[in-house]
């Protein structure tokens, strides 16, 4: 049987194992090493929708998993102070109103807007006006919403620990004091542990975070700066009591040089500032962060550090890694720990059964690269579109060069509402529409095909779309209602 040696036990080093223990396990031997002096990064807490597939795929009960790990539901980001201050708006997880093949929706509306009716673009958008009433339920009558999870990283760590070792994964505890390689191929043999034991393998998995002991130490792979244009470095996170019923959307608050979340779970809320070191102090981030806080802290707040980019090859030699080893891109969208599930599907697609390696690591490392470039530009769009004149930070992020594919997509978007997506893009349409109007881009002209319906069949068809959503909204349970009947975690 192939060995797999997966070094590292965080939410990347356990979502493998568990993928590749419930999917290809009777073909793999797998050994996961993590060390408990080390620790965990303990963050990644906000998700987004496509976790409900790797979870059904995983054979991962939904109900079981929420109760496991005080999760709450999302139906998406509420952005504060993005675009001006004193702005919000929803970044939602729903469709917007219905598209025809010649146009998308928000071109009906803004023909609707130029003739003076149509309301708000987010009176079309089912999840956004259930996450504004705190409303959810899984499903009403016909209606499925589109949603995703706040949880508690630790415990979904345990959670997806316990799968893994029912499903076959050996744990061992220890810390990695050499990764040995071969002298002559450069290939990784084994993971010497400071207690002597020596864990050897066919394919190595480096799940060991920031410190990529693997991909990074012993391969040597670089990384590519992706800091000029997204500059933040740090993050302060801290978790307070819940003062309130949990809403089904994050909160991400900007401030004068950086942004806050909230996330709130069953018992508590995870906070944390992000920041670049070049427009804030360490010092002054906590102040920012702790006077922008409710409900008592329940930990110290933490500080860490991070570099923005990409590991140039994810897959080198024989091994590949997943997580933080492989680069980041700040949590504002949530998208690491989407990353790292997709990580798993393509290597069990693309899985080294054979003689072939090269190829196949090359495929890897095309996919991984275009997936992290097209989520690197919408998570910059944010920064960029922005009218905050108020600090250096905003002018710096307002005025800086952009990538060419970012300025091609405001460009079409600003020239003709024009957006596109394709099954290289993780966000969709109405994710583009919803951001780039939320921060205040307008577009000068868009699509003629709403000229061609009458005012009358315009206006109906959008009253009925939105007349629609209102009643829907109106049959929803709250969100802590929901949550009481569906997971509430065991009392204590
Ligand atoms: C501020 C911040 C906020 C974030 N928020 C989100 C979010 O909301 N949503 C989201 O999707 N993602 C978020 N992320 C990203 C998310 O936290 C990570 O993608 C996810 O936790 C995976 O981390 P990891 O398993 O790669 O690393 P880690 O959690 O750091 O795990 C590394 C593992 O390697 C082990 N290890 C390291 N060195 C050794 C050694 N020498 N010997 C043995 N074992 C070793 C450690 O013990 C640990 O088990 C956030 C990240 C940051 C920094």
């Not at 009403?140 to 995703?148: D, E, G, I, R, S």
């Not at 492989?326 to 790292?340: A, D, K, Q, R």
Request: with cysteine.
């Amino acid at each position: 049987m192939m060995k797999v040696v997966i070094a590292g036990g965080g939410t990347a080093g356990w979502l493998t194992a568990c993928g590749l223990a419930t999917r290809l396990g009777g073909l793999l031997d797998i050994t996961l090493v993590e060390s408990d002096a080390i620790g965990t990064i303990g963050v990644g807490e906000a998700t987004i929708p496509p976790m409900r597939n790797f979870h059904q795929i995983m054979n991962i009960d939904e109900q079981a998993f929420m109760r496991a790990t005080q999760a709450t539901f999302k139906l998406g980001i509420v952005f504060e102070n993005w675009g001006n201050i004193g702005d919000s708006y929803i970044h939602s997880f729903g469709e917007i109103g219905q598209r025809s093949w010649m146009a998308e929706f928000h071109e009906f509306w803004l023909e609707a807007r130029s003739q003076g009716f149509g309301g708000s673009l987010e009176d079309y958008c089912l999840e956004l006006k259930a996450a504004k009433a705190g409303k959810f339920a899984t499903n009403v009558q016909k209606t499925k919403l589109n949603y995703a999870f706040h949880l508690d990283a630790t415990r979904y760590a345990k959670f997806l620990r316990q799968i893994s070792e029912d499903a076959g994964v050996r744990r061992v505890e220890g810390k990695i004091s050499e990764v040995r390689t071969h002298p002559e191929t450069g290939d990784i043999k084994a993971l010497l542990l400071e207690d002597g034991q020596l864990l050897e393998g066919d394919l190595f998995i480096d799940c060991t975070g920031f410190r990529a002991l693997l991909i990074g130490d012993a391969l040597n792979v670089g990384y590519e700066d992706w800091s000029h244009w997204l500059t933040s470095d740090s993050a302060i996170a801290v978790q307070t009591e819940a003062t309130e019923p949990p809403p089904p959307y994050t909160r991400s608050i900007a401030h004068a040089s950086g942004w806050q979340w909230r996330i709130p779970l069953q018992s508590r809320v995870g906070n944390g500032i992000v920041y670049s070191s070049r427009f804030l102090s360490d010092d002054e981030a906590k102040h920012t962060l702790t006077s922008n806080l409710t409900g008592e802290m329940l930990t110290e707040p933490r500080l860490l550090k991070f570099a923005t980019g990409r590991r140039l090859q994810a897959w080198s030699k024989n091994c590949i890694s997943l997580g933080l080893s492989s680069g980041f891109l700040e949590p504002l969208e949530s998208t690491s720990i989407h990353m790292v599930m997709t990580g798993i599907f393509r290597l069990i697609r693309l899985f080294p059964f054979g003689q072939d390696r090269d190829s196949l690591a090359r495929r890897f490392n095309d996919e991984t690269r275009v997936e992290m470039e097209s989520v690197r530009d919408f998570i910059i769009l944010h920064y960029k579109q922005t009218n905050r004149t108020d600090s250096d930070f905003w002018n710096a992020c307002r005025t800086m060069d952009i990538p060419d594919s970012l300025a091609h997509r405001i460009e079409l978007f600003k020239k003709n509402a024009y957006v596109w997506s394709d099954d290289t893009n993780l966000f969709r349409i109405a994710s583009w529409v919803q951001v780039m109007m939320g921060q205040g881009l307008e577009p000068l002209e868009y699509h003629g095909a709403g000229k061609l319906m009458s005012t009358q069949a315009l206006q109906q068809s959008l009253s009925e779309i939105k007349n629609s959503i209102d009643k829907t909204v109106q049959q929803l349970p709250t969100h802590q209602d929901f949550i009481e009947h569906y997971c509430a975690m065991p009392p204590g």
